[in-house]
């Protein structure tokens, strides 16, 4: 397990230095809720004007009520939906999932979702469909599913 968050931390520290460097232009660094699985707090922290870092720490009722935290590497694809106000990104990315109950369980998350950034406010939207490879416990294959809001700060 040490190996797998090893290197999910050097990508994420690669993958921040990649790209334009620009700070987002609207604000960089949200909090909000998720609901589905998991239900609870959601994070998200612009690195630039495309690439993100986002978390949670939640409850997974499908997982008899245990404590869930995870966290992903997000790339923004602007272009493919258009919108006359504010932003339609499509999103994917690379991540970890850790449940911590009875069992602690661990796992690679590749989240895939939709987000809206309204033009005036410090507001986001989003849906989000999460395939999850489990490697720690036993390995499974599992889909976790949310939407979710959150308030970004400056």
């Given at each position: 397990?040490?190996k797998?968050?090893?290197?999910?931390?050097?990508?994420?520290?690669?993958?921040?230095?990649?790209?334009?460097?620009?700070?987002?232009?609207?604000?960089d660094?949200?909090?909000?809720?998720?609901?589905?699985?998991?239900?609870?707090?959601?994070a998200?922290?612009?690195?630039?004007?495309?690439n993100?870092?986002?978390a949670?720490?939640?409850?997974?009722?499908?997982h008899?009520?245990?404590?869930?935290?995870?966290?992903?590497?997000?790339?923004?694809?602007?272009?493919?939906?258009?919108?006359?106000?504010?932003?339609?990104?499509?999103?994917?990315?690379?991540?970890?999932?850790?449940?911590?109950?009875?069992?602690?369980?661990?796992?690679?998350?590749?989240?895939?979702?939709?987000?809206?950034?309204?033009?005036?406010?410090?507001?986001?939207?989003?849906?989000?469909?999460?395939?999850?490879?489990?490697?720690?416990?036993?390995?499974?294959f599992?889909?976790?599913?949310?939407?979710?809001?959150?308030?970004?700060?400056?």
């Amino acid at each position: 397990m040490k190996k797998i968050f090893s290197v999910l931390l050097l990508m994420v520290i690669l993958f921040s230095h990649y790209g334009n460097g620009l700070a987002y232009e609207k604000n960089d660094f949200g909090l909000g809720i998720i609901l589905g699985s998991p239900t609870g707090l959601s994070a998200k922290l612009w690195l630039s004007k495309s690439n993100a870092l986002a978390a949670a720490a939640a409850w997974s009722f499908s997982h008899k009520g245990r404590f869930q935290i995870h966290g992903d590497y997000l790339w923004h694809n602007f272009g493919l939906i258009k919108v006359e106000e504010g932003s339609f990104p499509l999103y994917y990315g690379l991540g970890f999932r850790v449940n911590l109950g009875d069992e602690t369980e661990a796992g690679v998350r590749v989240p895939i979702g939709l987000e809206y950034l309204f033009p005036r406010a410090p507001f986001d939207i989003f849906i989000e469909v999460v395939p999850v490879l489990q490697v720690v416990e036993k390995t499974d294959f599992e889909i976790d599913g949310a939407i979710g809001a959150r308030f970004f700060f400056k």
